[in-house]
């Protein structure tokens, strides 16, 4: 039974994902000791710009030029709409190498080891539900179901599965989720015409458990915490990372929050990107 | 020991009540594998086409005067001194049976009575209901739900409901002694119950948090939306499949769906009951 872990990093014309990837990879391997292989539509990239990259297995897609745009905050004051390529995951049953995968989005960070324990779990599935956001002030509804009105939302960033009928089953109904996602996206009264992989496995998750609460997919361990990308990734040093967060009915203003072995989904991908080139985030 | 649901069916001039029992009755018939009986207790004209669904038809005893109450709850008390049955598990009549729940049977035959105290919303979320409880919260009362409980012949549940019948022939009194903040200007069952179990120190013998008695509730202000509609078909979609599962806003309902809106049972849905049933 070999183990070990899948980035996905599909560069656009803003954000070198890559360069989150690898940053988020050697951050994995720190505190989790198991190897980490990149899915990517541009393994050129990869080998020109980081050579020292610490990848397991680079594992190539095809590039696709895609048509979907999302709106990045940078800050509380900066929005940007950039392309996003997020059409592959419901692929990594074919893409992984692995027999047990944690697969983690380039922006999340692992500062811990918390999910060690779930890395040698015999579930076939587990995901995050429960989240925290950093700013505890800020509604949390969009992150509890896909809308008032439906089903438990669950986080499509960081998921372990292991290869088997069921988790094929899983990821064979994720993509006909995708496939068919106008009519999903009606059925569960999603607002918005973005596909996004977080109500993509909720509902294929939905489903797995009979369109019931059930025991399909299992928690990981903790919450997944996480900074909106209106929020700004300021310092990291060894396990601390010292965020601003968006204040409280002041709006462009900040409150200086600190972490400690805790692994962060860093939304603002900017802000972790102008870290990771060694500047403050900000 | 027999055992059988039983449920109180007063029509009023808006709402047939025989006919959602008679809709309850087809969906304990296609859901329960061993306890389907169902008896009802009304002293209304039963359809013919209906009067097969129930095991007994029971008239209201002790009757003179057709429900004016404002909840026209006054003669439920009556129903343990009426039941055809052992056990008996009393349901209203604007509910749906969609799974087998032996379970309940098996869990409070060790009891005498047992009340429901969890309710979920469609979402099978637990929740409380601040907005219709007002009275229970505000007299520190704990919170039965009438709609589904369950009681066996016995000294300790005769004299319960002799309790109960004296709160609801006197629940001013009782109203001004055990509910006076929030004060309600009727009889309602729950609040009688509450009250009953707080003149009998019932608390412990009557409620339990590991009782399985559970019920999804349809009211719209425990549904968790920002707005709450009139109407909960207006807001969430709903079907009746012909596997007998009940779908809303794509969440599959469990066990015992209390629908509240008369609208809800359409022929169609009835239609749905009868074939499942093997009826069309």
Redesign the interface.
């Known amino acids: 039974m070999t183990t070990g872990a899948v980035i996905f990093a599909q560069n656009n014309a803003s954000l070198d994902y890559i360069k989150l990837a690898v940053f988020s990879a050697k951050q994995l391997i720190k505190h989790l000791d198991i190897p980490v292989s990149i899915v990517t539509d541009s393994p050129g990239w990869l080998s020109t710009g980081y050579p020292e990259h610490p990848f397991d297995h680079v594992i190539s897609v095809d590039f696709k030029d895609t048509t979907q745009l999302k709106a990045f905050n940078d800050g509380a004051l900066s929005l940007k709409k950039l392309e996003w390529k997020n059409f592959i995951r419901d692929q990594i049953y074919d893409l992984s190498p692995y027999d047990r995968t944690l697969v983690i989005d380039s922006d999340y960070i692992i500062n811990s080891s918390i999910l060690k324990p779930a890395l040698s779990n015999q579930y076939d599935f587990q995901i995050y539900k429960r989240s925290m956001d950093l700013a505890d002030w800020r509604p949390t509804n969009e992150f509890e179901?896909i809308n008032?009105?439906?089903?438990p939302f669950y986080w499509g960033t960081v998921f372990i599965f292991e290869k088997n009928e069921i988790t094929k089953a899983l990821f064979d109904l994720i993509s006909y989720i995708k496939s068919n996602w106008l009519y999903f996206r009606n059925?569960?009264?999603i607002e918005s015409t973005t596909f996004r992989n977080d109500f993509a496995f909720s509902i294929a998750i939905?489903i797995m458990n009979?369109?019931?609460?059930g025991g399909f997919a299992i928690e990981l361990p903790g919450k997944m915490i996480y900074t909106k990308d209106k929020d700004f990734l300021i310092s990291m040093e060894d396990t601390t990372m010292r965020f601003l967060v968006e204040k409280k009915d002041y709006h462009g203003e900040y409150t200086l929050t600190k972490t400690q072995d805790l692994d962060v989904h860093v939304m603002n991908k900017l802000s972790l990107s102008r870290y990771i080139d060694g500047g403050i985030g900000v | 020991m027999s055992k059988g649901f039983v449920v109180f069916a007063q029509n009023t001039k808006t709402v047939d009540y025989v006919r959602q029992a008679y809709a309850l009755a087809l969906s304990i018939k296609y859901t329960q594998k061993e306890v389907a009986n169902i008896s009802i207790i009304t002293n209304d004209e039963i359809p013919k086409k209906y009067r097969k669904a129930f095991d007994q038809i029971i008239p209201i005893p002790w009757f003179d005067k057709k429900g004016d109450s404002r909840y026209a709850t006054e003669h439920r008390w009556k129903v343990f001194h009426v039941t055809p049955y052992d056990e008996t598990i009393v349901l209203d009549t604007d509910m749906l049976l969609l799974e087998d729940v032996n379970v309940w049977w098996d869990y409070c035959s060790n009891h005498d009575v047992r009340f429901c105290n969890r309710i979920k919303n469609y979402k099978l979320d637990i929740v409380l209901d601040p907005v219709s409880r007002k009275t229970f919260i505000a007299n520190n009362l704990t919170s039965p739900y009438c709609a589904l409980h369950y009681f066996k012949k016995s000294d300790y549940a005769l004299e319960f409901y002799k309790t109960l019948e004296f709160v609801c022939k006197n629940w001013e009194w009782c109203w001004t002694n055990f509910a006076p903040k929030q004060y309600q200007n009727a009889c309602s069952m729950d609040l009688a119950i509450a009250v009953t179990i707080e003149i009998m120190l019932a608390h412990d013998t009557v409620l339990d948090n590991l009782n399985p008695l559970e019920f999804i509730h349809m009211r719209g202000s425990i549904q968790g939306w920002s707005n709450t509609q009139a109407s909960w078909r207006n807001t969430v979609t709903h079907v009746l499949n012909s596997k007998g599962d009940l779908v809303v806003g794509n969440i599959k309902q469990s066990k015992l769906f209390h629908y509240i809106e008369k609208e809800f049972l359409t022929e169609d849905i009835i239609t749905r009951l009868e074939e499942l049933n093997g009826q069309a």
């Open positions: 179901r008032q009105y439906s089903i059925l569960y009264s939905h009979g369109k019931t609460n």
